[in-house]
Nanobody, 115 residues
Framework: VQLQASGGGLVQAGGSLRLSCATS????????MGWYRQAPGKQRELVAT???????KYGDTVKGRFTVSRDNVKNTVYLQMNSLKSEDTAVYYC??????????WGQGTQVTVSS
């Protein structure tokens, strides 16, 4: 399974970006899809996930600013990021999981927020 993330870049604080992650395998039966991020010197952390039934989970620092969504026709998961802050600067990784044993990661896309 290949995951291709796109949409990262440089944006000013308060701005918006939309990340996309397309998969090479149908996501219809996937358990969950989502995004994680890793800033320099920090551990990878949850940003947002969406389960097959539509239930969404967000990291505490992005609640109210970020929105995760999925399109099972396009086999793509999205992350709409609004009101970006400098502390959102990180490499963002998409993730897809089937059950509890199969999990795949994208290559990462850099998001840099200038203050």
């Amino acid at each position: 399974v290949q995951l291709q993330a796109s949409g990262g870049g440089l944006v000013q604080a308060g701005g918006s970006l939309r990340l996309s992650c397309a998969t090479s395998r149908s996501t219809f039966s996937s358990t969950a899809m989502g995004w994680y991020r890793q800033a320099p010197g920090k551990q990878r952390e949850l940003v947002a996930t969406i389960e097959s039934g539509g239930w969404k989970k967000y990291g505490d620092t992005v609640k109210g600013r970020f929105t995760v969504s999925r399109d099972n026709v396009k086999n793509t998961v999205y992350l709409q990021m609004n009101s970006l802050k400098s502390e959102d600067t990180a490499v963002y990784y998409c993730n897809i999981r089937w059950g509890t044993r199969e999990e795949h990661w994208g290559q990462g896309t850099q998001v840099t927020v200038s203050s």
